[in-house]
């Protein structure tokens, strides 16, 4: 939850949407091989199917509830998605900084987008948030998570869409369900970020995707 935003925005106000360096990324495997960046990131790396995303200094994704200027300096890496699919991570934050993260996204356009984060509200451990932006974004913090890793996962079924969030990668627990309203094609994939900090770096491991629905609720095949 952002309680502090007004010197997070004067460093990046004078972005666009989404900044216009989209590049090619790197391939994962079993996921769809035609994977691009929407902002470069200041370091990344994959070995072995362990992603590993370095966001620069104070880069936030944000559109303020309260009509702030929105934000979008962070690295994202995102695939194109099927109708119906599944992707999850374990992912792990080196916390330093305020609001620092690892995520996992889901992309329509700038104006439609999910970012389900394991996030930092104190600069040293980490929450599950999620924003859900259509237009302006829907910021919610949820459990509180000791040690810096815990697994997510998005699953799309239908228009619906479910956060899930676990500490074993087997036991699921939904955050939230919504429906972005629209038949758009989507995006989905991975992004770090650091709004307040010198830079944050996420690292996803245990990386899963399936082009399948999911039992509404359940998290589970």
Do not use: C
Not at 152 to 181: C, E, H, M, P
């Amino acid at each position: 939850m952002r309680s502090v935003l007004g010197f997070i925005l004067l460093a990046t106000s004078f972005l666009p949407a989404f900044a216009q360096n989209t590049v090619g990324g790197p391939v994962l495997s079993g996921f769809p091989p035609n994977s691009h960046w929407r902002n470069l990131p200041a370091e990344w790396k994959e070995k072995n199917s362990v992603l590993t995303i370095r966001s620069a200094e104070k880069t936030d994704w944000y559109a303020a509830p309260t009509g702030d200027p929105a934000v979008a300096a962070t690295p994202v890496l995102l695939f194109p998605a099927p109708k119906d699919f599944w992707f999850s991570a374990k992912v792990s934050v080196d916390f330093k900084s305020l609001f620092d993260a690892g995520a996992l996204i889901v992309f329509v356009d700038e104006q439609n987008w999910v970012k389900f984060a394991f996030e930092s509200q104190d600069g040293k451990t980490g929450s599950i948030v999620s924003v859900v932006t259509r237009g302006l974004s829907d910021d919610n913090t949820g459990a509180h998570i000791e040690g810096n890793s815990i697994y997510l996962k998005v699953s799309k079924t239908g228009q619906a869409i479910f956060l899930f969030y676990s500490t074993d990668g087997r036991k699921w627990n939904v955050t939230r369900a919504f429906n972005l309203g629209t038949d758009k094609p989507m995006q989905f994939g991975f992004s770090s970020q650091s709004p307040t900090g010198t830079g944050a770096t996420a690292t996803f491991s245990e990386i899963l995707f399936k082009a399948e629905a999911l039992k509404p609720w359940s998290g589970g095949e």
